[in-house]
C-alpha cells in the first residue's frame, strides 16, 4: 500500500515537471504519431494543393514533399521566444548522395509579427560551403556564417541536426553530434513561427524518386543560457 502510494506521488511529480531536451524545457515537440501533420498541430503547406505526405520509417513517422516544385515547405505556430534563446533538433533524411547545391533543407525560427523576420539555417548534399546561416530581413536573406567544408548525408538514413542559439546571439550548429560551425547574431530575438523546407532540383534519380529531404522527431526546448 505504502509502496503504491508512493509511486503515484513519483508519478505527479514527473508529470508535473517540464520535458527537458539538452538545454531548456521542452515548448515543442513534433513525431506526427497520429499520422498526419494537419491536425494536432496543424502545419500550413507551401502549396496547399501539393501537400507533404506522412510515412514511416522504422516506427517512426516523417512527413516528405511531393518534390513536384523545387521550394516546398511547412509552417507552424510555436510558443514565443521572447528571448531569442533556443536548442532546435530534428531528425532529416536526404533521398540522394547526389552533390548539388538544390539538393537541401532549409529551417527557418521567424516572427510572425514582423514580416517572419529571423534566422535561417540551410544544408546541401556535400558541396563546398554547403551549410549557411542567414538573417532573413526586409532585403531578403542574408548569409552571414558559411560550413567550409563537406558534409555528406548517407542516402535515406536519418540524421539528427542540432541548431542552438543563445541569449547573447551565439548560435552553434551539430550534425551527427558533430558541431560544425558557430556565429554571432543579434538582429532578431523574437520568435513564434517555425518552418520546415526542402530545395529539390526538377530531376528526379534514375529509380523516379525526387531528390527531397524529409523531416521527424522535432524538438524545440528554451530557454538555453
Same mark, same amino acid.
Given at each position: 500500500?505504502? =509502496? ?37 498541430? +496543424? ?17 517512426? !513517422? ?12 511547412? =509552417?507552424? +505556430?510555436?510558443?514565443?521566444?521572447? *528571448? ?20 537541401? !533543407? ?17 544544408? +546541401? ?9 542567414? =538573417?532573413?530581413?526586409? *532585403?531578403?536573406?542574408?548569409? !552571414? ?20 542559439? =543563445? ?19 543579434? +538582429? ?38
Amino acid at each position: 500500500m505504502m =509502496r503504491n502510494i508512493v509511486l503515484a506521488a513519483l508519478a505527479a511529480l514527473v508529470a508535473s515537471c517540464p520535458l527537458r531536451a539538452g538545454n531548456g524545457s521542452v515548448v515543442f515537440k513534433e513525431d506526427f504519431p497520429d499520422g498526419t501533420y494537419r491536425e494536432n498541430p +496543424a502545419w500550413t503547406e507551401a502549396n496547399p494543393n501539393l501537400p507533404w505526405t506522412v510515412g514511416q520509417d522504422g516506427g517512426r !513517422f516523417f512527413v516528405e514533399p511531393t518534390g513536384k516544385i523545387p521550394w516546398d515547405s511547412l =509552417r507552424i +505556430a510555436i510558443p514565443p521566444l521572447a *528571448d531569442g534563446s533556443f536548442e532546435l533538433q530534428f531528425d532529416v533524411r536526404f533521398r540522394s548522395e547526389e552533390v548539388l547545391g538544390a539538393n537541401r !533543407f532549409y529551417v527557418i525560427l521567424g516572427n510572425s509579427e514582423d514580416n517572419f523576420r529571423g534566422y535561417q539555417l540551410d544544408i +546541401a548534399q556535400g558541396t563546398t560551403n554547403n551549410g549557411t546561416l542567414s =538573417r532573413i530581413g526586409p *532585403d531578403g536573406s542574408q548569409p !552571414f556564417a558559411f560550413i567550409s567544408e563537406k558534409v555528406t548525408f548517407p542516402e535515406n538514413t536519418f540524421v539528427r541536426v542540432k541548431w542552438t542559439r =543563445r541569449v547573447d546571439g551565439t548560435m552553434s550548429v551539430s550534425i551527427d553530434g558533430q558541431e560544425y560551425f558557430s556565429a554571432t547574431d543579434t +538582429a532578431y530575438s523574437h520568435f513564434d513561427r517555425l518552418t520546415i523546407g526542402s530545395i529539390s532540383p526538377a530531376q528526379r534519380s534514375a529509380s523516379g524518386v525526387a531528390y527531397t529531404q524529409a523531416f521527424a522527431d522535432i524538438v524545440l526546448a528554451a530557454p538555453v543560457e
